[in-house]
């Protein structure tokens, strides 16, 4: 599992131990799920204040000239005010954190089994129905499908084609 690579922090500040005081969520904008969810995103109380940026455009590239931004348009990163970088799991969990309302569920998936499941809770939370994107929403086969009435699943390699292993 992917957690916290730190980037170069901001002046004055290192990105170990310091409180994140807010998060640039990197998503890709070419994808229906990535503009759902940043749609959503914006429409929510916050602890944390987001900034959406689409991790294709000219500001990303300057402001994180550091990233692959190719990797973060396959998979939301998000990246803290003193340089920290959240990618797979912990990413999912990181912006769940930042909202009001999604706080104490973002703290039961901060462990081991519960970052599996973060993926689908973001998906889930944002009530997204995979009749709105035709059962495709990621550029990578990355084993996640959300079906109109289950919700997510997640079928890891070697169960693939053996139904969900996750609802």
């Known amino acids: 599992m992917t957690g916290v690579t730190p980037t170069t922090p901001a002046p004055g500040r290192a990105?170990?131990?310091v409180p994140v005081r807010a998060l640039t969520v990197l998503y890709d904008d070419r994808t229906p799920v990535g503009v759902h969810l940043r749609d959503w995103l914006a429409r929510r109380p916050r602890l944390v204040p987001l900034e959406l940026l689409p991790a294709g455009s000219a500001e990303a590239r300057a402001r994180f000239p550091g990233l692959d931004l190719s990797v973060t348009r396959d998979e939301i990163t998000v990246v803290g005010d003193s340089g920290q970088v959240y990618r797979g799991p912990r990413a999912w969990i990181?912006?769940?954190w930042a909202l009001r309302e999604h706080r104490r569920l973002a703290h039961r998936l901060a462990g081991p089994a519960g970052a599996k499941a973060a993926r689908g809770a973001v998906l889930t939370a944002a009530d997204w129905r995979g009749t709105q994107w035709g059962g495709r929403?990621?550029?990578r086969a990355d084993a996640w499908a959300c079906h109109p009435?289950?919700?997510?699943?997640?079928a890891p390699p070697s169960r693939a084609g053996a139904g969900p292993a996750t609802r």
């Open 15 to 17: 990105a170990a131990g």
């Open 94 to 96: 990181t912006v769940l």
């Open 137 to 139: 929403a990621y550029q």
């Open 149 to 154: 009435v289950t919700g997510p699943t997640h």
